[in-house]
């Protein structure tokens, strides 16, 4: 199993960033996919979420209408558009994978430093 995120970097206040998640080893379809977030000296947040089937997303407040969760089943690939990005998101991104059925399953990807400065 893995995910692998990419897409993170340094960027200047109100500029964008697209983080890429790419999964392996698992059945990506059937799982919901997440991005965490976890910023020095914090606890990890999540940011957004979306079910297997693409379907209602969800966001924490801070990001709401400023990022975008996506994914595409075919490619087992999620994305997360970050626009109008502000200092606090400074922070490393994770993916998450999570599958509630029969038995539970859950995955992380290494993480991607995203640094918003001038």
């Known amino acids: 199993v893995q995910l692998v995120e990419s897409g993170g970097g340094l960027v200047q206040p109100g500029g964008s960033l697209r983080l890429s998640c790419s999964a392996s080893?698992?059945?990506?379809?059937?799982?919901?996919m997440s991005w965490y977030r976890q910023a020095p000296g914090k606890e990890r947040e999540l940011v957004a979420l979306?079910?297997?089937?693409?379907?209602?997303?969800n966001y924490a407040d801070s990001v709401k209408g400023r990022f975008t969760i996506s994914r595409d089943n075919a490619k087992n690939t999620v994305s997360l558009q970050m626009n109008s990005l502000k200092p606090e998101d400074t922070a490393v991104y994770y993916c998450?994978?999570?599958?509630?059925?029969?038995?539970?399953?859950?995955?992380w990807g290494q993480g991607t430093q995203v640094t918003v400065s001038s």
């Open positions: 979306i079910p297997s089937d693409g379907g209602m997303t």
């Open positions: 080893g698992f059945t990506f379809s059937n799982y919901r």
């Open positions: 998450r994978a999570y599958y509630n059925g029969f038995r539970r399953y859950e995955y």
